[in-house]
């Protein structure tokens, strides 16, 4: 399937939260990544050209434990083991990617390059966290944005310091603004880290700021950080996922354990989205019928 897609276009698709920490890490422990990516969702992931997941835990061996409630960490070479699951970008624009302070950032951005992965909204500054990635230059170009639009606990604004892309809003609609004017043709896709924790729908606020990326030229917005499947909706014809749940992770309540992946088809003509729901089982995330809006 992959081949076919090559030759039309390219094929990007985007997983909710993965933690690699607490509930999860016993399965981790005993039997690797194979325990909590099923064979068949292994195969899903590979099929596709790009694979943006939402790390929802620093991969350190740097424990400096911020003060607050949840606290998580995970082991560096696990992210080899992502790379060898299809994962190609790993988002670090969340509130858990300084859950071990400045340092335990820098070392989870250099040790997602080492294992040959990019990260995704986060650097040295505020600014250069917030910097467009391009995920794919043909059939045309595709920009992510990424943006954690929550307060980080325990952790000081300090913008010319290591950081997670956390910019104003304002400056997220100017760079959707500035990507589109320079180059009426891309795509820029956007994804938030954003909402209210166990719940199945945004808030109106929510809502209000997605249309507007819209109308500065977003193509589609990705969102997480509920841990539930919220409200899919179409605004202008693009497709907004205001949170898409989760997809390795420890929750077992109903509510937490109904999620989706999305896989965008971006040729040279349009961008097709497919929703691909699935059901996680003992943290591993068990690929269900597809369906396309």
Not at 97 to 108: A, E, F, I, K, P
Not at 112 to 141: E, F, N, W, Y
Not at 195 to 219: F, N, R, Y
Not at 258 to 276: D, P
Request: contains cysteine.
């Amino acid at each position: 399937m992959k081949n076919f897609f090559i030759a039309l276009g390219v094929s990007i698709l985007f997983t909710g939260d993965i933690l690699l920490d607490r509930g999860v890490r016993p399965y981790l422990d005993r039997g690797g990544m194979s325990r909590v990516i099923p064979d068949e969702t292994a195969d899903f992931l590979r099929s596709a050209d790009i694979v943006v997941g939402n790390l929802e835990c620093p991969a350190t061996s740097i424990e400096a434990p911020a003060f607050k409630r949840f606290v998580f960490r995970t082991e560096p070479r696990w992210l080899d083991s992502l790379r060898a699951y299809g994962f190609t970008h790993l988002n670090l624009a969340n509130n858990h990617s300084v859950d071990q302070g400045r340092n335990g950032l820098r070392d989870t951005r250099q040790n997602i390059v080492k294992a040959g992965l990019v990260p995704v909204g986060a650097d040295s500054t505020m600014a250069a966290a917030s910097q467009a990635v391009l995920l794919a230059s043909s059939p045309r170009k595709v920009w992510l944005l990424a943006s954690n639009r929550l307060p980080l606990e325990s952790f000081a604004y300090l913008p010319d310091r290591e950081s997670v892309s956390q910019e104003p809003f304002d400056m997220l609609l100017h760079r959707v603004k500035t990507l589109k004017n320079a180059d009426s043709t891309a795509v820029v896709i956007v994804s938030l880290h954003w909402g209210a924790e166990h719940t199945l729908k945004p808030v109106p606020q929510q809502q209000l700021e997605a249309h507007a990326l819209i109308d500065a030229g977003a193509d589609a917005i990705v969102g997480h950080h509920t841990h539930t499947l919220q409200t899919i909706e179409k605004y202008r014809e693009k497709p907004i996922y205001y949170s898409i749940g989760n997809f390795i992770f420890d929750q077992d309540k109903p509510l937490n354990t109904q999620a989706c992946v999305v896989r965008f088809f971006v040729t040279e003509s349009g961008v097709e989205a497919e929703t691909i729901p699935i059901e996680i089982k003992n943290c591993a995330p068990i690929i269900q019928k597809s369906r396309k809006i």
